[in-house]
């Protein structure tokens, strides 16, 4: 079970690892998939001609000799095409290897790419589980209460999973949208994808036991209206997640920091267990980690804290540059040592009470 | 009698009908939390034989604080809403006492009933300290209200009376003094 310094301490010593086992994996992908452009540049030699007296034939040429040609002028006309079509013919073939070569080298390119992607997590944190392509955690989305229920396209991307120190975690990188159709100034109907929520859906294993069922989401309403905003509140259906409101049986908790009120709404099936699990200085750490990561909410159900990180940008760079291999890969672990200094910052690790490591 | 007026009584009425329920849901608030509060101390106090156990287990001299935590057993079973403030006080001294005392016993502080035992007051301390501020919460917003206007006629006329909120004494906020409590100078 790796620890946040172990990790950074991985970092350090990250060029050494580069150097020595992933950039030969790239120097030998390079020498393996090296495309042959020298028979399809030769092909091109002796099909130029071909398509270009074509091309200019059937541009400039047909009007001045049709008057004076006893050829009729359907055939003049078909001359430039009979001859793009020679060239056409000459070169195919080694277009069609060119283009073989060029894709097979893009497939061989995406798997260095998620072999070295994989290889440099293994590095990081030798338990640490990758799954490029994963379903959407429906479950998981609906459940943790943070979203509104209703959302018209859904993906996921990779999911990542281990132990950081004794907490487990698993996180996904999703996006979720909604479609919207408005009537634009000239009648059309126009449709667009608008996003409900990009980001990392984190679920970790919380320090605490509890039963209860409690969400942390932003407080809109209260920073704009303040105490109006929170009689509002109260007065929300209990439906409807998006408008603001809170799911069916719960309540919300009125919290004594002011800062952390101003913030978040808190609701939940029970005042008591969503005051044991924000205590003071938990609602000191969320609002520090809220600094770091604007606009992040939490969730807490089943034992488990789900937490929800807008992250407008692909997490973790999809597609490593092989060239500045070093810093792609510095770039990537760097970022997914931000995400896991969260667990840290929320101070998960803290295992003083009765629940031990989340196994 | 007007229509106008009929209407202003008539919301007068329900305006009265919906504070007096508000007072009342308040109260009822109130009881609600004080009762957790009551769940949480007794949780604690049943962690109160295995700890003297426990304690007497690993060490010989220490009967002033197998005293004290049994005293504070009896008082939380006799525990009322008017006594929970200080046997509440009284019991979390008794385990402050316990945790300073073990320092002094390096084998009772790693025995693994210790260790579990530990846990599950950590854990208790936090319920409780959770359902305390629950009840304070309850206890700000029915102190408030009987003190607003226009809810501060209806609590006038039923009698209410401003409830205390629960609070750390001075002596609790002090790091407990170990020399003191084995009676030793220095």
Same mark, same amino acid.
């Given at each position: 079970?790796?620890?946040?310094?172990?990790? #950074?301490?991985?970092? %350090?010593?990250?060029?050494?690892?580069?150097?020595?086992?992933?950039?030969?994996?790239?120097?030998?992908?390079?020498?393996? #998939?090296?495309?042959?452009?020298?028979?399809?540049?030769?092909?091109?030699?002796?099909? !130029?001609?071909?398509l270009?007296?074509?091309?200019?034939?059937?541009?400039? !040429? *047909?009007?001045?000799?049709?008057?004076?040609?006893?050829?009729?002028?359907?055939?003049?006309?078909?001359?430039?095409?009979?001859?793009?079509?020679?060239?056409?013919?000459?070169?195919? *073939?080694?277009?069609?290897?060119?283009?073989?070569?060029?894709?097979d080298?893009?497939?061989? %390119?995406?798997?260095?790419?998620n072999?070295?992607?994989?290889?440099?997590l293994?590095?990081?944190? *030798?338990?640490l589980?990758f799954?490029?392509?994963?379903?959407?955690?429906?479950?998981?989305?609906?459940?943790?209460?943070?979203?509104?229920?209703?959302?018209?396209?859904?993906?996921?991307?990779?999911?990542?999973?281990?132990?950081?120190?004794?907490?487990?975690?698993?996180?996904?990188?999703?996006?979720?949208? %909604?479609?919207?159709?408005?009537?634009?100034?000239?009648?059309?109907?126009?449709?667009?994808?608008?996003?409900?929520?990009?980001?990392?859906?984190?679920?970790?294993?919380?320090n605490?036991?509890?039963?209860?069922? #409690?969400?942390?989401?932003?407080?809109?309403?209260?920073?704009?209206?303040?105490?109006?905003?929170?009689?509002?509140?109260?007065?929300?259906?209990?439906?409807?997640?998006?408008?603001?409101?809170?799911a069916?049986?719960?309540?919300?908790v009125?919290?004594?920091?002011?800062?952390?009120?101003?913030?978040?709404?808190?609701?939940?099936?029970?005042?008591?267990?969503a005051?044991?699990?924000?205590?003071?200085?938990?609602?000191?750490?969320v609002?520090?980690?809220?600094?770091?990561?604007?606009?992040?909410?939490?969730?807490?159900?089943?034992?488990?804290?789900?937490?929800a990180?807008?992250?407008?940008?692909?997490?973790?760079?999809?597609?490593?540059?092989?060239?500045?291999?070093?810093?792609?890969?510095?770039?990537?672990l760097?970022?997914?040592?931000?995400?896991?200094?969260?667990?840290?910052?929320l101070?998960?690790?803290?295992?003083?009470?009765?629940? %031990?490591?989340?196994a | 009698m007007?229509?106008e007026?009929?209407?202003l009584?008539?919301?007068?009425?329900?305006?009265i /009908?919906?504070?007096?329920?508000?007072?009342?849901?308040?109260?009822?608030?109130?009881?609600? @939390? =004080?009762? $957790? /509060?009551?769940?949480?101390?007794?949780?604690?106090?049943?962690?109160?034989?295995?700890?003297?156990?426990?304690?007497?287990?690993?060490?010989?001299?220490?009967?002033?604080?197998?005293?004290? =935590?049994?005293?504070?057993?009896?008082?939380?079973?006799?525990?009322?809403?008017d006594?929970?403030?200080?046997?509440?006080?009284?019991?979390?001294?008794?385990? @402050?006492?316990?945790?300073?005392?073990?320092?002094?016993?390096?084998?009772?502080?790693?025995?693994?009933?210790?260790?579990?035992?530990?846990?599950?007051?950590?854990?208790?301390?936090?319920q409780?300290? @959770?359902?305390?501020?629950?009840?304070?919460?309850?206890v700000?917003?029915?102190n408030?209200?009987?003190?607003?206007?226009?809810?501060?006629?209806?609590?006038?006329? =039923?009698?209410?009376?401003?409830?205390? /909120?629960f609070?750390?004494?001075?002596?609790?906020?002090?790091?407990?003094?170990?020399?003191?409590?084995?009676?030793?100078? $220095?």
């Amino acid at each position: 079970m790796a620890t946040l310094e172990e990790l #950074t301490a991985r970092l %350090r010593s990250l060029d050494a690892y580069c150097h020595e086992h992933l950039w030969p994996e790239v120097e030998s992908f390079e020498s393996q #998939t090296r495309v042959n452009y020298e028979p399809f540049k030769r092909r091109l030699k002796s099909a !130029l001609p071909w398509l270009a007296g074509g091309w200019l034939w059937g541009v400039f !040429l *047909p009007n001045s000799i049709a008057r004076s040609s006893s050829l009729p002028n359907i055939i003049l006309q078909h001359l430039s095409l009979v001859a793009i079509g020679i060239g056409v013919v000459l070169l195919a *073939p080694e277009f069609i290897k060119l283009s073989q070569q060029l894709r097979d080298r893009f497939k061989a %390119r995406r798997a260095l790419q998620n072999k070295i992607k994989e290889r440099a997590l293994a590095y990081f944190d *030798p338990k640490l589980k990758f799954e490029p392509q994963v379903a959407f955690p429906q479950g998981l989305y609906t459940l943790c209460g943070l979203f509104p229920e209703k959302y018209d396209e859904a993906s996921a991307d990779e999911r990542i999973s281990s132990v950081l120190g004794e907490t487990k975690y698993e996180m996904t990188e999703i996006a979720t949208y %909604r479609r919207e159709t408005r009537t634009n100034g000239k009648g059309q109907v126009e449709v667009r994808m608008v996003p409900v929520f990009k980001g990392l859906l984190v679920r970790a294993d919380f320090n605490k036991n509890f039963g209860s069922f #409690t969400t942390v989401r932003t407080d809109q309403l209260e920073r704009r209206l303040g105490g109006i905003g929170r009689t509002l509140q109260n007065l929300l259906p209990t439906q409807g997640l998006g408008t603001g409101g809170r799911a069916p049986g719960m309540k919300l908790v009125e919290l004594e920091n002011a800062e952390f009120e101003e913030r978040f709404k808190v609701a939940s099936t029970d005042p008591i267990e969503a005051r044991y699990i924000l205590t003071p200085s938990f609602m000191e750490s969320v609002l520090s980690v809220q600094r770091k990561y604007p606009g992040i909410q939490l969730s807490f159900r089943a034992g488990d804290i789900v937490i929800a990180v807008p992250h407008p940008h692909d997490f973790m760079n999809n597609s490593l540059d092989l060239r500045n291999l070093t810093e792609a890969v510095r770039k990537m672990l760097e970022e997914l040592h931000t995400a896991l200094s969260l667990l840290e910052d929320l101070k998960l690790n803290d295992r003083i009470w009765n629940k %031990r490591a989340g196994a | 009698m007007s229509a106008e007026l009929l209407l202003l009584l008539g919301a007068l009425a329900v305006g009265i /009908v919906l504070m007096y329920n508000s007072l009342i849901a308040k109260k009822n608030e109130i009881e609600n @939390a =004080l009762g $957790g /509060v009551h769940t949480y101390l007794k949780k604690r106090a049943d962690l109160i034989p295995n700890l003297v156990a426990t304690i007497q287990q690993f060490t010989q001299h220490e009967s002033k604080l197998l005293t004290e =935590l049994t005293a504070a057993r009896t008082a939380s079973a006799k525990a009322n809403s008017d006594s929970i403030t200080e046997v509440d006080s009284m019991m979390s001294k008794a385990f @402050a006492h316990v945790t300073a005392v073990a320092e002094n016993y390096p084998e009772l502080k790693s025995s693994q009933n210790f260790l579990g035992l530990q846990a599950s007051l950590n854990e208790i301390e936090g319920q409780l300290s @959770a359902a305390r501020r629950t009840y304070n919460a309850a206890v700000v917003r029915y102190n408030t209200a009987i003190e607003s206007i226009p809810t501060v006629i209806i609590a006038s006329a =039923l009698g209410y009376q401003r409830k205390p /909120v629960f609070q750390v004494t001075a002596q609790e906020a002090q790091t407990p003094n170990i020399a003191n409590l084995f009676g030793k100078a $220095g």
